[in-house]
């Protein structure tokens, strides 16, 4: 899978977004070079409870060029900590997620953006969007959700796995969501999963322990979007 980012989305308060840049595998690879990171040791596919993998964290994380003020706000078993140390960019700070979503005391200044995941892991998610708000303000937000509708949340219901430990997300939640958090949308981007192919009609979709066959274009788009990354800015 490749996804996607924006690579340097910060822009006035009243102003357009700069132009979008979609870093190429080959840019982004002469990146990973000049900084001396090299791609994560991967551990599998996916674990029994995680639609997001750690081989698309990476990928997102790896979409923001080193130097640039970067805060992180993940729980501790995301492994976003783990791979951001792996970066070992100074630029990049690091805020974990507790069960409380209390970042009050904590203030990062001068912070353009801030991934953010977890969002599916609180009981209180709006809580923890307006305390990110307060610990890194102005920053513009990118936060990374599971796709609770992927057809391998499907497969988890079936091997009776949780998919999430609070609330599992679906793209139709998250822009309320950000708002009643503090924050005002500006795009969900779409993360799919390529190895659930597109077509042409019927399409054979395997995600143990299930194999089935799906013959609606609608419900074939829906399933093979592994996660989303909310872009939003500060309201």
């Known amino acids: 899978m490749s996804p996607v980012l924006y690579r340097n989305a910060k822009v006035g308060r009243h102003g357009r977004p700069r132009r979008q840049v979609q870093p190429t595998p080959g840019r982004r690879r002469q990146e990973e070079g000049r900084s001396g990171c090299a791609r994560p040791r991967t551990r599998g596919r996916k674990n029994s409870r995680h639609i997001v993998t750690r081989e698309l964290r990476w990928a997102v994380l790896q979409s923001f060029p080193a130097a640039i003020p970067l805060a992180i706000v993940a729980p501790r078993a995301s492994g976003l900590g783990e791979l951001a140390s792996q970066r070992a960019d100074p630029a990049t700070r690091l805020l974990e997620v507790t069960e409380s979503t209390d970042l009050d005391g904590v203030g990062l200044a001068g912070i353009d953006n801030v991934i953010l995941e977890g969002l599916d892991e609180v009981a209180d998610p709006v809580a923890l969007l307006r ?29 009776g796995t949780s998919l999430a430990k609070a609330h599992p997300l679906v793209e139709v939640e998250l822009e309320p969501l950000l708002r009643d958090g503090g924050w005002q949308p500006l795009e969900i981007r779409r993360i799919y999963d390529e190895g659930i192919g597109q077509g042409p009609l019927p399409v054979r979709v395997s995600v143990p322990p299930l194999t089935f066959t799906v013959d609606d274009g609608e419900m074939l788009a829906r399933g093979r979007v592994q996660a989303f990354v909310a872009i939003a800015d500060p309201l």
Request: charged residues 10%; glycine residues 6%; aromatic residues 10%.
């Open 131 to 159: 305390a990110v708000t307060r610990s890194v303000p102005g920053a513009r937000l990118f936060a990374l959700v599971a796709n609770s509708a992927h057809f391998g949340a499907l497969a988890a219901l079936y091997r």
